[in-house]
């Protein structure tokens, strides 16, 4: 992606971040993209604009996230959730709305944080997509 695509997509709203160190996310994402076409642009937080990404540098590494001018709106599987429901076939629009329902997004916010702690395990995935260790 250019320097000039970023930028124009920076600048409009919504974005769904995702880590571009981490093969299994980048494939997670092409993988979405295919299928679902999402509307809403999708990029690495190592392509944002250092200003953009600096306050969610913890976040990023752990979930992707919808940014909003510079503004974490969610993340996750609600981010993801999001990003479905910008599709145009009903289907994933659907599939978007069920995740948002009260049980399915307690569920739904479960499985993500367990794919996310064993993403390096997962097909297409690395040793650098494990998750870094907490700091204590």
Not at 50 to 61: A, F, S, V
Not at 113 to 120: E, I, P, Q
Request: aromatic share 6%; charged share 20%; glycine share 6%.
């Amino acid at each position: 992606m250019d320097d000039t695509a970023l930028d124009s997509a920076t600048a409009q709203d919504p974005i769904l971040v995702f880590d571009g160190d981490c093969a299994f996310c980048q494939a997670a994402i092409q993988q979405i993209r295919a299928r679902a076409r999402p509307r809403m642009f999708a990029a690495p937080w190592q392509s944002l604009p250092e200003p953009l990404m600096r306050p969610h540098l913890q976040r990023l590494d752990r979930e992707v996230l919808l940014l909003d001018h510079g503004s974490a709106l969610c993340g996750g599987s609600a981010a993801l959730a999001s990003y479905l429901g910008t599709s145009p076939a009903r289907r994933y629009r659907g599939m978007a709305l069920c995740l948002r329902l009260p049980v399915v997004s307690l569920l739904a916010r479960q499985i993500y944080r367990w794919v996310a702690a064993n993403r390096h395990r997962k097909p297409a995935g690395t040793a650098a997509c494990a998750l870094p260790r907490p700091h204590y």
